[in-house]
Nanobody
Framework: QVRLVESGGGLVQAGDSLRLSCAASGRTFSSSAMGWFRQAPGKEREFVAAVNWSGGNTDYADSVKGRFTISRDSAKNTVYLQMNSLKLEDTAVYYC???????????????????WGQGTQVTVSS
């Protein structure tokens, strides 16, 4: 059974940092692009960041560029999202996502997702 399990969410103040982790099990994702999406209350799920299979290519939503960093450790089958300088508008449920096997980072950007995690809540307070 394939599972993506997020952790690291929580309640923080504006300006603080958090690191989200996504541990994959059931198969290796070393040949898949991976990403993070988020969904705020009353809004649609939106793309946040993506990383290609090697970790050498990344892409970010404009709203998080310069503040968030996505990375992966293929040996641990884990993807991370380092979030710095958090803002109130970053409050959302954050979802880990795995793109198709051998798929490109563009596929993740386009929402072509094979597997989703269950989500972890990030709440930023003033």
């Amino acid at each position: 059974q394939v599972r993506l399990v997020e952790s690291g969410g929580g309640l923080v103040q504006a300006g603080d940092s958090l690191r989200l982790s996504c541990a994959a099990s059931g198969r290796t994702f070393s040949s898949s692009a991976m990403g993070w999406f988020r969904q705020a209350p009353g809004k649609e799920r939106e793309f946040v960041a993506a990383v290609n299979w090697s970790g050498g290519n990344t892409d970010y939503a404009d709203s998080v560029k310069g503040r968030f960093t996505i990375s992966r450790d293929s040996a641990k089958n884990t993807v991370y999202l380092q979030m710095n300088s958090l803002k109130l508008e970053d409050t959302a449920v954050y979802y880990c996502a795995a793109g198709p096997l051998y798929g490109s980072i563009r596929m993740v950007l386009q929402g072509r997702i094979d597997y989703w995690g269950q989500g972890t809540q990030v709440t930023v307070s003033s």
